[in-house]
């Protein structure tokens, strides 16, 4: 593997959260390394608690690993250049409610630097894009979930990224919507985008990802090409984390 | 260039987000009605002249502290309730120096408490019982006696008053800065008795060329009982130059100085203003407070507009200082603590006059004391300005003055607290 085209790499990152009186309360991630090579699509997978976000918030910068390092790039990801080439969808819609969706890609266009004809220009492509023009100038504080997903996704490509990092994109959205944004992503790939996806849905992360990685209690347990499992993604997942096996269903069903 | 937009955007943001929820035109009304309706519950003593003077303290004064403590609560929640909402996070992966965010913040804050204040000082001339002849009165620059200071003259009487038997032995044990702070509030009330047929000169900074100012007066205050100083007289002179000073019938009076051609020959010093008691009892004024020169300025228009950039930097350091403690606590942390900080900022003042030594008190009142001292120095610069007491009373907000509170508190204490903001807002995104 080229290091040079790493453009996330992690190398035995941990994070521990502590209390006020900073008392370690839970290690949400243990020892991870990966990294994501330019192009590819990884999905970044396990199940609730497994320490997918918090990886996610230490690659954006939003979190500091406790020990390890965390390269964007090849820069810390506070770094403003890093920055630059990064566009992220978050799990829920954090949009203004007061901004129309047309003055919030405007916005993201400001903070990524565009210059304000090459930021309406592309705010216009965009919103055709996710199929918002005819309500580009309602608040989006009155979106339905879908379309404040639309608009949360035409936000991160604002900036034209290198690095979209999408975490649970199909959140909330309608099978078609859902069908159109693995699209959208198989498109943005093939056009040398390098995408890092969390997902709980595995068929999703099975039709779009090249490359996933299994966390289980903030380790990674399994990492491979999608293309040379030899099962299904469900099957593979289900032998690695367990099925179920928390739930205790015999009293319930008599 | 890249910077610059990012600003822009944050700034814009805030603006539209105030606009948007109504909470700028809120502010607005409350503002605006607080003028108006003030008059007629804060009622002065009838004249054109008691009108204005309690318009400005109540009225302006009510209005700017509706400002300053609404703002106050918005910076606070200005970047913690967008962290809580995690919008924040959304700002923090783009491109955009972090302390810009907290800097553009600030700045969209205080324009718009700005823009509120303009719109109340627009409104002055209408208000009932101001009128529209106010802008054009004349304000007067406040010469003090050029005397040593508080400080110098508690140090030249340290060691006498120490070696003196009659000092208590509680003072004697007492550490050298709590004496001398003992003795410096002496000093700024020492007075200086002027006995009947006495004269004496008190010197002012630039008397010379204040002497040659038309419309020059004296202000005297006096502390004693109204029966005593009804029996005042006296005549008071400064160059060619001189008024007379009888019939004292208020605590603080203003005496206008006009040319004596003919009594040339007896002309005050031309750099110092002379009183002379012809009265039939001894005088007690305190010459750092009593007595000041009234040197004509400009306009009250122009006063106005510089007690305005006052009250302006003050909202910007009230906004920095908010918006600093929203990007390092939670909103109702940071809210409690900014309000509490101005509260104590605003009494400790008058606690620190009323209690002035920690001689003969308890531990806890020592320690409240040192607590009070500290804090009334860490918001000395938001607390000591007055501009809507000079404004009030007529007395020039200092141009100089202006130019170092706008520069201080406008530009460089909120460009730090923002550098400061910027520096936290990762590290309490990261939750610590």
Redesign the interface.
Known sequence: MNDSEDIVRLESVEKT??DFWLRPTVKAVDGLSLSVRKGEVFGLLGPNGSGKSTTI?MI?????PSAGDVRLFGLPP?A??A??K?G?L?E?S???P??TAK?TLR??A??????SGEAKERTAQLLEMVGLADVAGRPVGGFSKGMARRVSLA?ALI?RPELLVLDEPTSGLDPVSTKEVKTLVKALAANGMTVLTTSHLLADAEDICDRVMILDHGKSVAEGRVSELGTSLEDFFLAKVGDASEFRLAPFLG | ??AM??F???F??EI??LV??KTLAMLAVASVAWMFAAPFIAKGDGTADGAREMFVRYSLGGAFAILLVSLLAAATGSLARERA???L?????????HMLVALAKTAALTLSGAAVLALCCLLMPFAPGVGDGVLGRQCSHVLKPRLPSAREEARDMYDAYMADPETPAAVKKAKKSVVLRLLENRAIDHYQTIATNDTVTWHFASAETAAEAEGLAVRIRFTNQFDVRQDVRGELRIGPLSGAVSNITQAVVTVPLSRRAAEADVAGAADGLSFSNMGSSSLMLRPRKDIDLLVPADSFAWNLARAYLEMVSILAIAVAFGVFLGASLGRPVALFVAIVTLVVGEISPSVIEQYPDELETSVADRIGLVLTRFAAEVTRPVAALQPLGRLASDECVEPRETARVVLMDFVAVPLALALLAGLVL?RK???L
């Not at chain 1, 954006?60 to 500091?64: E, F, K, M, R, T």
């Not at chain 1, 400001?110 to 210059?115: A, N, T």
């Not at chain 2, 996070?89 to 120096?97: A, G, K, S």
């Open positions: 959260f502590r918030k954006l910068g939003l979190l500091s506070r403003i250049e920055r630059r990064l992220y978050p829920l954090y949009l203004h007061f901004l003055e916005y993201y400001g903070l990524c630097g565009l210059k936000s900036g | 260039m890249t937009i990012g822009a955007k944050v814009w943001l539209v987000s948007r929820s909402a995690k919008r996070q959304l700002t923090m992966v783009r491109p955009v120096n990762p995104q990261d939750g």
